[in-house]
């Protein structure tokens, strides 16, 4: 708020009392970069599109590209298409072993794990180990490691072990933003291995670090996604409804409301609480179409089709939604397919086969 009220008030100040050294553009990117971080993806994406206004990528290649990494992010945090490009295009303007390349190749990684792409990984982390090694940062290294362990199966030994030794880096380098990095991934794998109690541990001790560092509004609906799936999957019900209701007070991002949503619907249809679980499917299927975990939000939204209509006693109904599973097939991981795949099962069951 204090960058925007500067920006209100450039135009008017005489140009001998601005500030030596500060163009106006930079004074756009740190508010850009401060809206990013603060979770107002509009605000920011504005402040973005007007650096971008100002710069020419043939001379300042560099900005443009942190800027197109803001816009990236900001774009995730609404479900907007186009992450993507700009993750690409600005990997194309961050020639040469540079910091900013390998911060690109990262959050290119990831964002590719998000979109459920994570075959498209290889490549990108085989160039940023390397790049790792010849910038000679323990930061890049922590880098490489988290996206060499998301392009590995989960299920491979050595993951686990590797994200580990991420985190620890990590807190040695005191670098709050990969540390949360490592905690969401690792509570991920861990949530995908079926191993709930150690992730309900690693996600509860996650959750508590994204509020010590300031990250619980930009973060903490991923986080809490993750404590509250595995808190459900070990019985302990109501400390994840409190967990959810604690990360919706923070209002995050449209992306993080979905992700949200998926498990707080998964626990109403559980509990047979038919309303709250239909107005969790209404906002997943009211929420922006946006590519970012669009395999899990599909399947989760048609999981939660056929167990609302099942609560509501209308097998006929649940059985016409699992004609849904047909468009998904070969875009989800095991642990989303097989409780779809169960949901089905009941669904046949009550309905005596049906037409599935």
């Known amino acids: 708020a204090m960058l925007e009220h500067v920006l209100e008030m450039w135009e008017r100040v005489d140009p001998a009392g601005l500030p030596p050294g500060v163009e106006h553009s930079q004074v756009l990117e740190a508010a850009a970069d401060a809206a990013c971080w603060a979770v107002e993806p509009t605000r920011g994406h504005r402040m973005v599109e007007a ?18 990494l803001q816009r990236a992010m900001m774009r995730q945090q609404q479900m907007h298409a186009g992450e993507l490009d700009d993750l690409q295009t600005a990997l ?5 072993p540079s910091p900013q390349r390998a911060e690109t190749l990262g959050q290119l990684c990831r964002a590719l794990y998000l979109h459920g792409r994570v075959d498209e990984c290889g490549p990108l982390v085989a160039e940023l180990s390397s790049l790792a090694v010849r910038l000679g940062e323990q930061e890049w290294t922590v880098e490489a490691w988290v996206a060499e362990a998301l392009a590995r199966s989960p299920h491979d030994a050595g993951t686990i072990s590797l994200l580990r030794r991420a985190l620890h880096a990590a807190e040695a380098i005191s670098s709050g933003r990969l540390e949360m990095i490592a ?14 109690a150690a992730a309900v541990t690693t996600a509860r001790s996650a959750w508590q670090r994204a509020s010590q560092l300031g990250q619980a509004r930009y973060i903490g609906a991923s986080v809490a996604q993750w404590l509250a799936r ?3 999957a070990v019985g302990q019900w109501d400390d994840a409804v409190e967990v959810i209701g604690e990360a919706l007070n923070l209002d995050p991002s449209p992306l993080g409301r979905a992700q949200l949503s998926l498990v707080s619907g998964q626990i109403a249809c559980a509990r047979g609480n038919v309303d709250t679980a239909e107005r969790c499917l209404q906002f997943l299927r009211a929420a922006q179409p946006g590519p970012q975990d669009a395999p899990r939000r599909a399947a989760m939204a048609a999981q939660l089709s056929i167990e609302t209509s099942l609560v509501r006693g209308d097998p006929a109904a649940a059985i016409a939604a699992c004609r849904e599973i047909e468009t998904l097939r070969g875009t989800l991981q095991p642990r989303d397919l097989w409780p ?4 089905a099962w009941r669904a046949c069951s009550e309905g005596k086969g049906g037409e599935a």
């Open 92 to 96: 194309r303007l961050s020639a040469g």
């Open 51 to 68: 650096v971008l206004a100002e710069l020419d990528p043939a001379v300042d290649g560099q900005r443009v590209a942190a800027m197109l």
């Open 340 to 343: 779809l795949i169960a949901a």
């Open 183 to 196: 905690r969401v991934a690792l509570a991920d794998l861990l949530d995908a291995r079926g191993e709930y």
């Open 230 to 232: 595995s808190l459900l």
